[in-house]
C-alpha cells in the first residue's frame, strides 16, 4: 500500500517536472520571439529614414515658363506639381479627403488599429495583400520614403514612419503633405496641379462636386479617371459625398445639389505648344547654366520677352506661307521647312520665333542652330562697310562683266553674273543695292577690301566664319537667322547693337531672383551710316525685290535673299521698332522650286507676321540722326540737281560731302586674278 502511494508521487512529481520543463521551454520559444521580433523591429527602426526634413519639406515643383504679360506658355516639371497652401482652399477639399481616405483621421495617431485588424483578416482570408487599410498619414510616409512593394516588411515599416509622422507633425501639416504630393492621375501630383489638369483652374476655385471628383481619385487613379471612365467617376464621387454626409461634413441637400451639378472637364488633349522652339531654347539655358534639379524641381518662375499674340500670328503667318508655296510646286505637304525670327529693334527682347513647322516631328531650331547661305541678304552689311569708308549711295559703279582666275572652277575662271543674266552698266549703289546686283556688290567689296568688310559684319552681329574671299558678296557662308536679325537690327536701332534677350528675369519658389537681365546695347557703327542704309533699303520694298510687301503701309527697310538653284529663299525687314526674319528651305538643301527667289517665298510670311504686328500701333519714320543732310540727285548718275529741278531723289549723305566728289568705279570690262 506504501508503495503504492509512493509510485503515485513519484508519477506526480514527475509529470509536475516535465510539465515545468515545458512551461520553460515554452516561455523561453516566447522569449526567443519576443527577442527576436523586438531585434527586428529594431533592425528596421535603424533602417527608418530621419523625418526631420518634414517641416520644411520641398516637393519637386514644375518650372513655369511666362510671356511679356506674364501669361503661362509652358512648364518644365518630373512630376506636374504645384504646391498651394490648404488654407487657401475650401473647406471641403480637407473634408473630402479625409471622408473618402481616412475618416478617423482626426482621432487616431497615425495608425488605424481598426482598419489594419479588418485588413489583416481579409489579407489572411484571401491568402495574399488585398487590402491595405492605409491612413493618410501612412499614405504620406509611404509616398515620401518607401518603396510601392506590397509586403509585410514594407507594412511594418510604413506603420513605424506613420507613428513617428504623427508624432512630429500636426495634422494640419501631415495634410498638407498629402495633399501636395498625392498622385492624381495624368501626370498630375497634388490638388493644385490635378485642379487644373482635370477643370482648367486653381483649386482655389474648386466646386463641391469638383472636388468629391477629386477626392476619389487616390485608390485608382486611372480606373476612376473621368477622361477614360466617366461612369465609374461618378460612382466614386457620389460615394465620397455619401461619405461626406454621413460623417456630417455636408448636408443631404448639398449631397444632391453637387451630384446634380454638371462637370465641366478641361480637353483632354496636350496643350497647344505655340511656342515649342522658343521654350525649349529657354529650357537648354536654364539647363546648362542652372542643372536638371534645379530646372525641374524647384519650381522657378521664368519670365520671358515672347509676346504671345506676336507668337501665334508667326506661327500661322510661317505655316500659312509654306501651304501656299507647296500648292504652286505641288510639293507633298510638310517636306519644305520655314523659320521666323522677331526682336525689338531697340531693346534686342525677342518677341516671336518659329524654328520649323511641328517640333513634335523635329526639335531643330533652323532659327538659331542651322546655318545657311543668306545669298543677297548678306549684301547690306557690304554696302554699309563700303558708306563707312567714303562710298555714299550716289557713287557709281559699273555693271560689266568681271571675271577671275579660280583654279577650283571646271574652266580655271570664275564670271559671276546677275541673276537675271544682263549687265545694265553705270549705276548708282542705290540701284545696285534696291535691285540686288551682283556684279556691281562684288566690285564694291573688292573696293572696300574683304578682310575689311567681314570684320564690320561680324562686329554687326554676324558671329559664324565668314569665307576670306569675294564670294562673300553673294552670302555663301553660313549664317543662323537669329544672327542676321541682330545684325539688321543695328541698321533699324542708330547703329547699336543689342544683345537677343530671351529671359527677363528667373525666380525660385521662395521669391529669390537667380537672375534679371537688362537690355545689353552697344554703339557699334556711326548712326548716321547706319541710317544710309536703312535710308537705301526702304526702295527696296518701295520699288525693289521686296516690293510684295509694300502693302503693309508704312516705312519699311528691307532686303530679300536667293541662293544658288534656289536652295534657300530669305526676307529681312526692319521697321524702327522691330526687325523681323524670314527664312525659307529643304533641311536637305535642294532646290525650292521654280522663281521661289526671297520675294516670293519668304516675303509673303514676313507680311503675314507683321500685319498682325503692328496692327493697331502708330505708323513710324526712321528718326534721322544729326550730321545727315539730303540732296536732290538725278537717280540715274548720282549728279545732284538744282534745286526746283522736276524729278530726281532726295538722297542722304554724311553732311560735308557731295555728290560730285564720288567718283565712278570699275571699266567696262574687267579681268582680275585669284578671288
Known amino acids: 500500500m506504501t508503495g503504492g502511494r509512493g509510485s503515485k508521487t513519484s508519477r506526480g512529481t514527475a509529470d509536475g517536472q516535465r510539465g515545468y520543463a515545458s512551461l520553460l521551454i515554452i516561455l523561453g520559444a516566447l522569449g526567443v520571439v519576443l527577442l527576436g521580433t523586438s531585434l527586428v523591429f529594431y533592425l528596421l527602426l535603424m533602417e527608418l529614414p530621419s523625418i526631420a526634413a518634414l517641416k520644411d519639406f520641398r516637393p519637386s515643383i514644375a518650372t513655369r515658363v511666362y510671356d511679356d504679360n506674364n501669361e503661362l506658355i509652358d512648364e518644365f516639371f518630373l512630376e506636374d506639381r504645384k504646391v498651394i497652401k490648404l488654407s487657401e482652399c475650401p473647406r471641403y477639399v480637407i473634408q473630402a479627403f479625409v471622408a473618402a481616405e481616412d475618416t478617423r483621421f482626426f482621432e487616431h495617431r497615425g495608425l488605424d488599429y481598426q482598419s489594419i485588424t479588418r485588413a489583416f483578416f481579409k489579407n489572411l482570408a484571401a491568402g495574399h495583400i488585398v487590402q491595405g487599410g492605409s491612413t493618410i498619414t501612412q499614405q504620406v510616409a509611404k509616398a515620401l520614403y518607401l518603396s510601392p512593394e506590397r509586403s509585410y516588411r514594407r507594412k511594418i515599416k510604413e506603420a513605424l514612419l506613420a507613428y513617428k509622422i504623427d508624432r512630429y507633425l500636426t495634422k494640419e501639416e501631415i495634410l498638407n503633405l498629402y495633399l501636395n504630393y498625392i498622385y492624381l492621375g495624368h501626370g498630375t501630383y497634388g490638388i493644385e496641379a490635378a485642379s487644373q489638369g482635370y477643370f482648367g483652374k486653381s483649386a482655389r476655385h474648386l466646386t463641391l462636386s469638383e472636388v468629391a471628383l477629386l477626392a476619389g481619385l487616390p485608390k485608382a487613379p486611372n480606373n476612376f479617371s473621368p477622361f477614360l471612365h466617366p461612369d465609374r467617376s461618378l460612382q466614386r464621387q457620389a ?216 570684320g564690320y559684319a561680324a562686329n554687326m552681329g554676324i558671329a559664324s566664319p565668314l569665307a576670306r574671299n569675294l564670294t562673300l558678296a553673294l552670302g555663301s557662308s553660313g549664317v543662323t537667322l537669329l544672327e542676321m536679325v541682330r545684325a539688321y537690327g543695328v541698321l533699324a536701332n542708330q547703329g547699336q547693337r543689342a544683345t537677343p534677350l530671351f529671359i ?133 548718275t548720282g549728279a545732284s540737281l538744282p534745286d526746283g529741278t522736276q524729278g530726281g531723289l532726295y538722297e542722304s549723305f554724311l553732311e560735308g560731302t557731295t555728290p560730285e566728289e564720288v567718283p565712278t568705279y570699275g571699266p567696262a570690262d574687267e579681268q582680275e586674278g585669284f578671288f
Not at 538653284?565 to 521697321?575: H, K, L, V
Not at 505708323?619 to 550730321?627: A, C, M, N, R
Request: aromatic letters at 10%; hydrophobic letters at 40%.
Open 239 to 454: 460615394y465620397v459625398l455619401q461619405r461626406m454626409l454621413d460623417d456630417g461634413y455636408i448636408t443631404a441637400a448639398e449631397k444632391e445639389r453637387a451630384l446634380a451639378t454638371p462637370l465641366r472637364l478641361r480637353s483632354v488633349r496636350p496643350k497647344d505648344k505655340v511656342a515649342a522652339y522658343f521654350v525649349e531654347h529657354v529650357r537648354r539655358y536654364i539647363m546648362e547654366k542652372y542643372g536638371s534639379d534645379v530646372l525641374y524641381k524647384e519650381g522657378l518662375e521664368v519670365y520671358t520677352t515672347l509676346n504671345l499674340p506676336m507668337q501665334k500670328a508667326a506661327r500661322d503667318a510661317v505655316e500659312r506661307g509654306l501651304q501656299e508655296m507647296e500648292r504652286r510646286q505641288g510639293y507633298a505637304k510638310g517636306l519644305v521647312q520655314g523659320a521666323l525670327l522677331c526682336m525689338d529693334a531697340r531693346t534686342g527682347a525677342v518677341r516671336a520665333m518659329v524654328g520649323g513647322r511641328d517640333f513634335s516631328r523635329s526639335e531643330f531650331n533652323r532659327a538659331t542652330q542651322s546655318r545657311r547661305q543668306p545669298g543677297s541678304a548678306f549684301k547690306p552689311f557690304i554696302y554699309t562697310a563700303a558708306f563707312d569708308k567714303g562710298l555714299t549711295p550716289s557713287t557709281i559703279m559699273v555693271d560689266s562683266p568681271i571675271s577671275f582666275a579660280a583654279p577650283s572652277e571646271p574652266n580655271g575662271v570664275w564670271q559671276p553674273k546677275n541673276f537675271d543674266g544682263t549687265f545694265l552698266g553705270p549705276m548708282t549703289l542705290r540701284h545696285a543695292l534696291v535691285h540686288s546686283r551682283n556684279v556691281v556688290t562684288i566690285k564694291v567689296l573688292k573696293e572696300i577690301g574683304v578682310d575689311y568688310a567681314a
Open 504 to 636: 527677363k528675369k528667373i525666380v525660385d519658389r521662395t521669391g529669390q531672383v537667380f537672375e534679371e537681365n537688362q537690355p545689353t546695347l552697344e554703339q557699334v557703327i556711326d548712326p548716321r551710316i547706319a541710317f544710309m542704309s536703312a535710308y537705301v533699303m526702304q526702295d527696296v520694298v518701295e520699288q525693289g525685290t521686296g516690293a510684295r510687301v509694300r502693302s503693309i503701309g508704312r516705312p519699311v527697310a528691307a532686303k530679300t535673299g536667293t541662293t544658288n538653284d534656289m536652295r534657300d529663299a530669305w526676307f529681312m525687314g526692319f521697321t524702327p521698332s522691330f526687325v523681323t526674319g524670314v527664312w525659307v528651305g529643304f533641311d536637305q538643301e535642294r532646290s525650292l522650286g521654280r522663281q521661289e527667289v526671297g520675294g516670293r517665298a519668304a516675303a509673303p510670311i514676313w507680311l503675314y507676321f507683321m500685319e498682325k504686328a503692328v496692327q493697331g500701333t502708330p505708323v513710324e519714320v526712321f528718326p534721322v540722326p544729326e550730321g545727315i543732310s539730303f540732296v536732290k540727285v538725278d537717280p540715274n
